[in-house]
């Protein structure tokens, strides 16, 4: 595939909305959706509707967050394999670096003053920063948004065998699951939640089958 030739900021704000998140999408909410669906009220919380800086819905904050991405990893692999960007466009990028990452702090400052669940997440790398922001703006529990910025501090590129094992259990259990990131102690509870709850509708269903009022 061709690289597209950035010659402008603009261009590259424009381009990169093209390629980075196409479509809005929560994994948390699509799987707090997939559990109702299946008449589960798990005993864990799920998905969360954070304030968000602005007061932005997360659509409109998402849009934003692409374009802080953009600007803070211009220089990477995850932006060069869809860009020549020119040299002029590069030093522009870099000059503008600094007010991003401004952005950035103040809306982790934002999110943590007005979502008291979240105050006490510890943010110390631009990552972490990236993940509450990301955490805030789809709607992960505080758990999981501590659990995903523990796993950037301890890099691993060997996947976690135990947690794969879980989802496909879940996914079992509830016929579909989306690529949610839960730890192995919450998916644990999940599971056993879901269990639970599909043994009793199972046997309400039995009941009703056969004409049996509830006592």
């Not at 008449?39 to 849009?63: A, D, G, H, T, V």
């Amino acid at each position: 595939m061709a690289k597209t030739l950035i010659t402008s900021v603009n261009q590259f704000e424009t381009e990169w909305a093209k390629v980075f998140r196409t479509n809005f999408d929560s994994s948390a909410k699509q799987l707090n959706e997939i559990l109702l669906e299946n008449n589960i009220f798990p005993s864990i919380k799920i998905f969360y509707e954070y304030k968000l800086p602005n007061n932005f819905s997360p659509q409109e904050f998402e849009k934003e967050i692409k374009k802080i991405w953009g600007h803070l990893i211009f220089d990477t692999n995850s932006v060069t394999i869809y860009f020549d960007i020119d040299k002029k466009t590069l030093n522009e990028l870099e000059k503008q670096r600094s007010k991003h990452t401004d952005i950035l702090t103040s809306w982790v400052n934002n999110i943590k003053n007005n979502n008291p669940e979240l105050s006490n997440i510890s943010v110390k790398t631009q990552d972490n920063a990236l993940a509450l922001v990301d955490g805030a703006c789809y709607g992960f529990t505080p758990e999981d948004i501590e659990f995903f910025i523990n796993k950037q501090t301890y890099k691993s590129d060997k996947k976690d065998y135990k947690i794969e094992e879980k989802k496909d259990e879940l996914e079992k259990l509830l016929g579909k699951t989306p690529s949610f990131v839960l730890s192995s102690e919450r998916l644990d509870t999940l599971i056993d939640s879901v269990k639970k709850q599909k043994r009793f509708n199972d046997y309400i269903e039995w009941r009703q089958s056969r004409g049996m009022e509830d006592e």
